[in-house]
């Protein structure tokens, strides 16, 4: 349903008159795929569609024409999901634990405190050490 509704207003331009499907697509999370597509298909959306959607509350085929008549039609390809990045140096639980325990032993304080401090600690760690 939303990947083909997203395939009708960004490959093909066919009509949406047809019955796209029967689930309901929120304006916001075909957004969020278009913008996927390209930064360029960004730019379009975060300065046109996020703001104009709520003007088409009542009716989502209004909005859905709308995106269709003024994206530019783009060709194929895989729309990949952008994700989260991982911290590279993230300690495992385990070593992390081990870490806590042994701070909390030779500074006898409580896991719960030590864990509250290195906590802070990365909250309020300055980011440029020059």
């Given amino acids: 349903m939303l990947f083909d509704l997203l395939d009708r207003l ?3 331009k066919r009509d949406l008159s047809c ?3 029967d689930e309901p697509v929120h304006p916001f999370i ?3 795929w278009i ?3 390209s930064t360029q298909m960004a730019i379009l959306i975060n300065n046109t569609g996020n703001w ?6 009542s009716d989502q085929h209004k909005y859905f024409k709308f995106l269709q008549q003024f994206l530019p039609r783009v060709p194929k390809r ?7 990045n991982k911290q590279p140096n ?5 070593e992390h634990q081990k870490k806590v325990e042994i701070l909390a032993r030779n500074l006898e304080l409580s896991e719960r405190e030590i864990k509250c401090l290195l906590e802070y600690e990365c ?3 300055p980011t440029n050490t020059n």
């Fill in 52 to 57: 104009m959607y709520s003007v088409f509350d």
């Fill in 10 to 12: 960004l490959h093909s």
């Fill in 90 to 94: 993230q300690p495992t639980d385990d």
């Fill in 35 to 37: 913008s996927m597509y």
């Fill in 123 to 125: 909250q309020h760690r």
């Fill in 19 to 21: 019955n796209i499907g």
């Fill in 78 to 84: 895989r729309i990949f999901y952008i994700k989260k």
């Fill in 30 to 32: 075909l957004n969020r």
